[in-house]
């Protein structure tokens, strides 16, 4: 137990969050994230694709709240996609393991400690939340969007055999080596990204650990996933079948 508090003493967390027209989301976000981490020494580093709706703004204020050290601003023209977000973050991380979650409150933020406690308890390379085992589900969708996110997780299960139950989720910790050694060898872009990630990381042999998590339908702003996006899903998992 004194061994696990000196590790925990010594890990920094840097925790990467890409934001797009977040403005109602992201002050409530930090404040949770420090809410639940009073023992930690992390960094929230926030990834903003420019914003309209004053997402920006709001940081800068938060940042004078908590500290510049503790909220960094990484800031970029425009929407570049999900994946090039968390290499930007990346570039930027000070700590040796990455958190990346999204800003919209369906990944709350008191599941951090579990995801710390985890990986302590295990030494695993990557800690990710799921839906799908006993403890985790979702909240606010409807049947419809459960279906579909359930039955893109079983024919990825089927055709990939990735050794997750959970493979689209985005609620990960990382070790900050593992995240860039995969990371330099994912091609796709947006919702794909997080599924290309996982499944490369378990042919590499990574020790994976699962944590059960409540996913949360967005309280504020509009969800980012449409159509094109589900064909985007499916032509990924063409992709990985024939390249994994």
Same mark, same amino acid.
Do not use: C
């Given at each position: ?44 580093? =926030? ?32 929407? *570049? !996609? ?24 369906? @990944? ?17 390379? =990557? %800690? ?6 006993? !403890?985790?589900? %979702? ?17 990825? @299960?089927?055709?990939?055999?990735? !050794? ?42 990574? @020790? ?22 589900? %064909?985007?899903? *499916?032509?990924?998992?063409?992709? *990985?079948?024939?390249?994994?």
């Amino acid at each position: 137990m004194e061994e696990q508090q000196h590790n925990k003493e010594k890990n920094k967390y840097s925790i990467i969050i890409p934001t797009y027209n977040e403005r109602l989301n992201i002050a409530l976000i930090v404040y949770l994230v420090f809410k639940h981490l009073r023992d930690v020494d992390f960094e929230i580093i =926030i990834v903003d694709d420019g914003s309209p709706d004053g997402t920006q703004e709001v940081i800068k204020q938060l940042q004078q709240v908590y500290g510049e050290d503790r909220i960094l601003l990484r800031a970029r023209p425009k929407k *570049l !996609g999900l994946g090039t977000a968390y290499v930007h973050g990346l570039k930027h991380a000070s700590g040796n393991f990455v958190v990346i979650m999204d800003a919209d409150l369906s @990944h709350h933020p008191k599941y951090l400690p579990s995801f710390i406690k985890k990986q302590l308890d295990t030494g695993a390379s =990557i %800690v990710t939340g799921t839906r799908y085992v006993r !403890g985790g589900g %979702v909240h606010g969708w409807n049947l419809m969007r459960k279906l579909t996110s359930r039955g893109a997780n079983v024919l990825a @299960h089927t055709l990939l055999w990735p !050794g997750v139950s959970d493979l689209t989720g985005s609620f990960r910790l990382y070790r900050k080596s593992v995240l860039e050694d995969i990371i330099s060898s994912v091609v796709s872009k947006g919702y794909v990204f997080q599924m290309e990630m996982i499944v490369r990381a378990s042919r590499k042999g990574y @020790h994976i650990e699962e944590v059960p998590i409540t996913f949360v339908d967005r309280v504020y702003g509009s969800s980012k996933l449409g159509g094109s996006e589900i %064909v985007e899903y *499916l032509k990924g998992l063409v992709y *990985l079948l024939v390249t994994t």
